[in-house]
């Protein structure tokens, strides 16, 4: 079955600009989840969705930075006013329960933001 | 959430088997062991989890000691196409706080 996609899989902009990601879970995951990947470094909490809630944004780094999932299926990661510092793979995963490791998560293969 | 440690990186070669210990002296009585793999370019894929003794699935085995203050992944007999990071996760079972490390760079040679 498709597994979990990612839409664009390239974005460059220019410092300043907005920027949207797209994120498609697998159908029927509840959960959702955004990361942000730098070079050499592991994967980096964002924010994680239950159904159409954001059940905990503590990664968020600032208010630059939002996301929405309206119908509890696609979301969408926004980011404001974009930096340099911005540039990194940005990873969605979904899962089929409640978060938790014992509900595996399923990546995306990621967006590559680059910020010129 | 329990610090976990591991090697920044191995070197093994084809047909051997490979054991990356994570420490995690931290760990909390409600915690489970993760682990996972990422290849160049992809997302990270789930490869096994655990909460004590020994759990083995078709790709690895999970070795946790009694005290569960480490655990070992083992890869048998791995191939170049093991060549990935892998990473160690220490959570509640029912926690979406999934925090990587920078994971541990295994490179498998000819």
């Known amino acids: 079955g498709a597994g979990v996609s990612q839409t664009p899989s390239n974005k460059v902009t220019e410092k300043g600009k907005y920027v949207e990601l797209r994120c498609d879970p697998i159908s029927g995951h509840t959960a959702l989840y955004w990361y942000r990947q730098s070079l050499g470094q592991g994967p980096e909490f964002l924010i994680y969705f239950q159904g159409t809630g954001a059940a905990d944004d503590s990664g968020l780094p600032n208010d630059r930075f939002f996301a929405v999932r309206p119908e509890g299926s696609v979301s969408t990661l926004k980011i404001q006013r974009t930096e340099r510092g911005d540039s990194a793979v940005y990873l969605c995963?979904?899962?089929?329960?409640?978060?938790?490791?014992?509900?595996?998560?399923?990546f995306g293969p990621g967006t590559r933001l680059t910020v010129l | 959430l329990a610090k976990t440690t591991q090697p920044i990186s191995m070197d093994s070669y084809e047909g051997q088997e490979v054991n990356i210990t994570c420490s995690h002296n931290?760990?909390?009585?409600?915690?489970?062991i993760t682990w996972y793999q990422q290849f160049p370019s992809q997302g990270p894929r789930f490869i096994i989890q655990?909460?004590?003794t020994k759990v083995t699935n078709e790709v690895a085995s999970l070795f946790i000691p009694a005290d569960r203050k480490s655990s070992t992944l083992s890869l048998p007999r791995v191939s170049l196409s093991d060549t990935a990071v892998y990473y160690c996760l220490v959570a509640l079972y029912n926690n979406n706080d999934m925090r990587f490390g920078a994971g541990t760079r295994l490179t498998v040679k000819p």
């Open positions: 655990g909460y004590k």
């Open positions: 931290n760990i909390a009585t409600n915690d489970y």
């Open positions: 995963a979904s899962s089929l329960g409640a978060g938790g490791p014992f509900n595996e998560q399923f």
